[in-house]
């Protein structure tokens, strides 16, 4: 399963439910695509302008690559 939307809502907290965990296997926002493993999250590409600094910065769990 693919899960789309926004790393954080309006006020700047996550808005990813943890009711997908163990379902999803890519989470796509318009910041990044993002892999879920075992391990973590894996980065698979980044928006256009976008660093793996401010990807990391928004998201709560630890993000792998690059």
């Known amino acids: 399963m693919i899960g ?3 790393l954080q ?3 700047g907290e996550s808005s990813l439910p943890l009711t997908g965990r163990q379902v999803v296997q ?3 926002t318009g910041l990044c695509v993002l ?3 075992d391990e973590g999250l894996r980065l698979v590409e ?4 976008v ?16």
């Open 35 to 37: 892999d879920v493993t």
């Open 4 to 6: 789309t939307g926004s």
């Open 46 to 49: 980044l928006a256009p302008g």
């Open 26 to 28: 890519r989470i796509i």
């Open 51 to 66: 660093t793996v600094e401010e990807v990391r910065a928004t998201t709560e769990p630890a993000v792998l690559g690059r």
């Open 9 to 11: 809502d309006r006020r």
